[in-house]
């Protein structure tokens, strides 16, 4: 079992940034490509971004390509979103996830997930 607790999460302006921040325990965590998915209230949850297990590949849904940046600490265990120009379209909440195939989210779903951190921006 690999356990993910996310954190970093707030109320922030439109123009504004966060760093979320996911700590990872109970595996290899290196082994894993990891992700952030959010969900906002009424819809369904949607891919954000994914790291692959060295770091070497990152992947964005198109809405976010040119704000976000995911990064991976493999000596922490820990795995970031920085988001930046932040949107209320932004608002959602945040989750992370990890799955050893390193294409798991063009399906929209991983092995295992975060609680989740709730992201919330105003206009």
């Known amino acids: 079992q690999v356990r993910l607790v996310e954190s970093g999460g707030g109320l922030v302006q439109a123009g504004g940034s966060l760093k979320l921040s996911c700590a990872a325990s109970?595996?290899?965590?290196?082994?894993?490509?990891m992700g952030w998915f959010r969900q906002a209230p009424g819809k369904e949850r949607e891919f954000v971004a994914r790291?692959?297990?060295?770091?070497?590949?990152?992947d964005y849904t198109d809405s976010v390509k040119d704000r976000f940046t995911i990064s991976r600490d493999n000596i922490k265990n820990m795995v970031y979103l920085q988001m930046n120009s932040l949107e209320p379209e932004d608002t959602a909440v945040y989750y992370c996830a990890a799955d050893l195939n390193t294409r798991f989210y063009y399906l929209n779903r991983a092995k295992y997930w975060g609680q989740g951190t709730q992201v919330t921006v105003s206009s």
């Open positions: 790291i692959t297990g060295s770091g070497g590949s990152t």
């Open positions: 109970g595996g290899t965590f290196s082994y894993y490509a």
